[in-house]
């Protein structure tokens, strides 16, 4: 079970991530999915070490060491052999200090671009509805408007290019091909023969996802090949 200050170590799916357990967690139970580690404090500083944990060198290597399965994990005895550079726990607490002022630092820099990207959420719609300096409106369909506005239908303005299919086989893992941005299922076309059929989207247009989230909407800034999970 779990001990208030421990660490734990998420070790399967997310694995690398990093908790401290914080007194209301004394006791509880935790799942295969975690490794727990209780520290020698006479040797190594609680959050130095949390530090080390989290750093993107210890990541990489915590990637490298896990497991070849389907499914990634990280196993207690690997974790045991990692190594890493500890300096004397004076020294350790001064690199900690430095470390929390820029955490600091960086959570009031995160706080006010999240005000400022509510400002934006709020001035978008203000302005997207209701202009700059107008005074009268008129109701539409989707609302009010300025009298001088008038309600549009997309392809009112813009082309749609329905996607067209890419051919399925054969197929070619995700990792063995250079330039892929990502793919849900990690498999992409090993050959593409006929390229006038591949639905290619030139640059400059906008690609908007039609399945999962629909908001994502990416200016595409070099030709790719579309599928029909998008539009043009």
């Known amino acids: ?91 350790q607490k001064k690199i900690t200090e430095v470390l929390s002022t820029v955490d600091q630092a960086i959570e009031k820099s995160n706080e006010i671009i999240e005000k400022t990207r509510e400002l934006k959420k709020g001035l978008m719609q203000e302005l997207l509805t209701r202009g700059i300096g107008h005074k009268k409106f008129k109701k539409t369909g989707i609302g009010e408007i300025p009298v001088e506005w008038r309600v549009a239908k997309i392809e009112d303005c813009c082309d749609i290019l329905d996607p067209q299919r890419i051919p399925s086989p054969p197929f070619t893992e995700q990792e063995r091909i250079a330039k892929v941005l990502s ?40 030709p790719l090949a579309s599928n029909l999970n998008v539009y043009r």
């Open 1 to 91: 079970c779990l001990r208030e200050e421990d660490f734990v170590i998420s070790v399967r799916g997310t694995k690398g991530k990093v908790a401290i357990i914080p007194e209301s967690l004394d006791g509880a139970n935790m799942t295969a999915n975690l490794i727990r580690v209780s520290l020698n404090r006479s040797k190594i500083f609680p959050m130095f070490f949390r530090h080390v944990l989290i750093s993107e060198k210890f990541q990489e290597t915590l990637n490298i060491t896990s497991s070849t399965t389907t499914i990634r994990r990280i196993k207690a005895p690997e974790l045991k052999r990692l190594k890493f550079a500890i300096p004397p726990l004076p020294e």
């Open 183 to 222: 793919c849900v299922d990690e498999k992409v076309e090993k050959t593409m023969k006929r390229k006038e059929n591949l639905g290619l989207v030139k640059k400059g247009l906008m690609h908007v996802l039609l399945t999962g989230k629909m908001r994502v909407k990416v200016l595409l800034s070099h």
